[in-house]
Structures are given as C-alpha cells and as structure tokens.
Nanobody
Framework: QVQLVESGGGLVQPGGSLRLACAAS????????MGWYRQAPGKQRELVTS???????NYGKFVKGRFTVSRDNAKNTVYLQMNSLRPEDTAVYYC????????????WGQGTQVTVST
C-alpha cells in the first residue's frame, strides 16, 4: 500500500513562496500520475495540479502561473513550488496518486498546512 508523507508547509505572508514535498513509498510511484490537492476550511478538497510519470502537467485555473509541480522519480518525491501566495491559498495541502478522472486513489497522508497571512 502506498504511503504518502507531505512536508514543507508553514506560515507565509501574501506574495511569499513555499516549496512543498511529498514522499511516496512503493514502486508504483514511477508509473503513477501524481497530484497535489488542497482543502481549505469549510470547503471541499480540490485538485491543484497533476503530473504524469513523463512530466505532462495540468494545473487548476486558480493557479494562474503561480505554482510549479515537479517530480523526482529516483527519489519517489513530487514537489510543489508555490509563488505569489495569496490568503485564499490557505489550506491543508495533500498529494496523492490520480486516476484519469482526477480522483485520488491512495490513502491520504497527514497533509501539510499552508497559511498565507499578515
């Protein structure tokens, strides 16, 4: 069973940057589409971005060029570089394996809290 461990969250001022990381256990990582999701207080979890094993990327419309996803298959790790952060980006960020419909397929990790505030 895949285990996912997210890290890198924190408190940042508007306009700041953070880099999240997600380490995945298991050999399935290299063949899996990986995604970052987020869940803000009182809202449903939403897909932020996904990246295929060969680097094909999709972003949610709200990203608007501010976020960059990448992966290191040798380290079983996917990253999310977030720039120009806004208060509305405040959420718990999770990674997961993604099916063709954008749905998560593995048990959720603990997530990492991102808070954008003055």
């Amino acid at each position: 069973q895949v285990q996912l461990v997210e890290s890198g969250g924190g408190l940042v001022q508007p306009g700041g940057s953070l880099r999240l990381a997600c380490a995945a256990s298991g050999s399935i990582f290299n063949s899996a589409v990986m995604g970052w999701y987020r869940q803000a207080p009182g809202k449903q979890r939403e897909l932020v971005t996904s990246i295929t094993p060969f680097g094909i990327i999709n972003y949610g419309k709200f990203v608007k060029g501010r976020f960059t996803v990448s992966r290191d298959n040798a380290k079983n790790t996917v990253y999310l570089q977030m720039n120009s952060l806004r208060p509305e980006d405040t959420a718990v960020y999770y990674c997961n394996l993604v099916d063709p419909l954008g749905r998560p397929t593995a048990p959720w990790g603990q997530g990492t809290q991102v808070t954008v505030s003055t």
